[in-house]
Structures are given as structure tokens and as C-alpha cells.
């Protein structure tokens, strides 16, 4: 009696055991399916349509669509849009116009089309697969050159902001090549930025590009944000340098900036030394066409004084101030200001002798 008694223990035992491990498979175990959000999310992927929130986008050639249709999986299937911009849905007789479209609109003509074998079908559609827009580039004085892939509207700004923002180095003006036409130009919105330039191409193999204000951008006016396309290729040039050398507090080469003048650049440098030639400051510029730069004299006293205009720069001139330290005025006052007996001497032993009668 006691034998049996163990058995039927042992029996219960063993049962319950398999229930709680069958139980705990199937609510996440290794061997069991992870839940629906789960499986969604893992084919969705980090850059897919679905995981970033994308909307309002025109379908194009290469982009892929996943149609799911409820309790007739005969027509479920991942469909690409073909050169032609259009999609081929098995026993729909007519491919389905796809390209600048968007995918309600394509799923507004899928369901039209499945009420011939169908009674009020009920599809899901979305973008599984965004392939006709080239990324576009941006690159040079900006902190993360980068390839931008375009899977929305997106500016200007945008654009710059997702490559780290420019440099301390970056130049007056913004260069935007167009080299990819506009896949959907019937249904693109009107663009409010205007460039400030247009350069048009001179040879057969050259590109067209638009020349916006960074200075206008910065300060958030809207003709300098312009919309970018896919495959846009964005410059941002370094700044042209100019060099201030000679008697000044730290000589070193700038970034010209748009508008720097002479006073400006004199101040971004410390300022001049007290032994600075301030009267007759140098700029040596160069000239279009000729090796020897112009030779410009500038009296600093009388910008200082606001007896003369001060002098707007240009890229790449080198601005010398000369050190007066070797003249007589400027002696006499170093000895006087802490020269010391030993400078008094110096100094007096450097004049003139004369006799006096």
C-alpha cells in the first residue's frame, strides 16, 4: 500500500514539474515565439520606415511595399516598385501605379481592385523599404561629414545640425550641387529660400550650384534655408585666411570673416604693442593678374580717432605692422619707464656727440 501510495506521489510530482517548465516556455522561454510588439519591433529594424515615424513620403522606383491582406494570405507579399513606377499584384489583372504617390493612396487602389475576389477586404500596407533616393552629402567645415540618407523632408539646417554644425573655420557662403533631378517635381512643394547666387556651368561636365548666406542662416531668415534633395551635394568652404604679423600682441594667421575690417582683425590679435608703428601700417594685397601684391599704407591713428574710415579686408592679405621700437622717442621713454642707469647709459651712448662753443 505504501509502495502505490509513493508511485502516485512521484507521478503527481513529475507532472507538475512538465506542466510549470510547458507553462513557463510558452510565456517566453528559450524554445518559444516572443510576443507580437517584440517580433515587430525586431523586423522592423533601427533604421526601417516604420522604426523612425516616417510620413508624406512619395514612393519611387526600388522602394518596397508590404501588403497584408486579413484571412487570404494568397496576396500577402513584400512588392517592389519597378521602373515603370508601377507594383504587380498577383490576380490583379492591372499593375498599380506607385510611383510619386503615397502608399494610402496605393492602398486605396489595392482594395479597389481585390472587392472583385474579395467581400469589403481589409489590407494593411506600409513602406518596408525606402531605395529611390540617393543619400545626400555633406562635407568640409562642418564637425561630421556625412551621407544623409533622405527619407523625409528635411532643410538646410537640418542638415548641417546632423552633421555636428560648422566650424569656427567655415566661410561666408554655402555651396549646394544638384546633380540628381527631382524625382517627383508635379507634387514637390514650392520652395521659399533663394540663394543669393546661382553659377551656372561653364563645361559640358560641369554642375550647377546655388550659393546661400551662412551668416543669414545662422540668424534663422528663411530665404537661406532652402530644402534639400536627395543626392544634393553640400559644401560648406573654409573660411580664405589673412595674416597679421609684426609688432602686434599675438602676429598669427585669421579666418576672414564676412565684413572684417582692419581694426577688427588688429583687436582679434591683442591689439598692437606700445612700440607699434601705428601711423603707417602696411597691407600687402594681392592684385588678379599679377605676381607683385599691391603695397597699401594705412594711418591705424586715425582710424583709431575716427578721422578715416576703417579699411574692409581681403582674402589672403597680409597685414605687417612695423615695430618703432629703434626710434629716439621711444628710447627715451623705455629708459625713463624702467630702463634703469644701465638703459640711461645705453641710450645717451647711442646719440650724437656735438661740442657746444
Not at 144 to 168: C, N, W, Y
Request: hydrophobic share 40%; glycine share 8%; net charge neutral.
Amino acid at each position: 500500500m505504501k509502495a502505490k501510495y509513493v508511485l502516485l506521489m512521484l507521478a503527481a510530482l513529475c507532472f507538475s514539474s512538465s506542466s510549470a517548465l510547458a507553462q513557463q516556455q510558452g510565456e517566453g522561454g528559450a524554445g518559444a515565439a516572443p510576443p507580437a510588439s517584440v517580433a515587430n519591433t525586431s523586423s522592423a529594424g533601427v533604421g526601417s520606415p516604420d522604426a523612425t515615424g516616417v510620413r508624406k513620403y512619395l514612393l519611387g522606383p526600388g522602394d518596397a511595399l508590404d501588403l497584408r491582406v486579413f484571412n487570404d494570405p494568397q496576396f500577402n507579399g513584400t512588392y517592389v516598385i519597378n521602373d515603370e513606377g508601377t507594383i504587380e499584384i498577383p490576380f490583379i489583372e492591372k499593375p498599380i501605379p506607385a510611383k510619386c504617390r503615397y502608399d494610402r493612396e496605393i492602398k486605396a487602389d489595392i482594395v479597389k481592385a481585390l472587392t472583385k475576389y474579395l467581400v469589403k477586404p481589409q489590407i494593411s500596407l506600409h513602406v518596408s523599404a525606402m531605395n529611390s533616393r540617393p543619400p545626400a552629402v555633406v562635407f568640409g567645415a562642418v564637425r561630421a561629414p556625412s551621407r544623409v540618407q533622405m527619407q523625409r523632408k528635411a532643410h538646410l539646417l537640418d542638415i548641417l545640425a546632423f552633421a555636428g554644425g560648422v566650424t569656427e573655420g567655415a566661410g561666408a557662403n554655402i555651396q549646394i550641387f544638384h546633380p540628381e533631378p527631382l524625382l517627383c517635381p508635379e507634387r514637390e512643394e514650392e520652395d521659399v529660400a533663394k540663394p543669393i547666387a546661382s553659377v551656372a556651368p561653364i563645361e559640358a561636365t560641369d554642375i550647377r550650384y546655388d550659393l546661400y548666406s551662412l551668416a543669414d542662416l545662422k540668424v534663422g531668415k528663411p530665404e537661406a534655408n532652402p530644402v534639400i534633395r536627395p543626392g544634393d551635394i553640400i559644401i560648406v568652404p573654409e573660411a580664405s585666411p589673412i595674416y597679421i604679423t609684426g609688432a602686434v600682441r599675438q602676429p598669427t594667421g585669421l579666418y576672414l570673416r564676412d565684413g572684417m575690417s582692419l581694426k577688427e582683425a588688429i583687436a582679434m590679435v591683442g591689439g598692437l604693442q606700445p612700440t607699434a608703428k601705428a601711423d603707417a601700417i602696411t597691407i600687402w594685397r594681392k592684385k588678379p593678374g599679377s605676381v607683385e601684391p599691391e603695397k597699401i599704407v594705412i594711418n591705424f591713428n586715425d582710424i583709431r580717432k575716427e578721422k578715416a574710415h576703417d579699411i574692409p579686408l581681403q582674402a589672403y592679405d597680409i597685414v605687417d605692422v612695423k615695430d618703432n621700437s629703434r626710434s629716439l622717442t621711444n628710447t627715451l621713454r623705455g629708459a625713463l619707464m624702467g630702463g634703469g642707469v644701465g638703459g640711461v647709459t645705453s641710450a645717451v651712448s647711442t646719440l650724437p656727440f656735438r661740442v657746444l662753443y
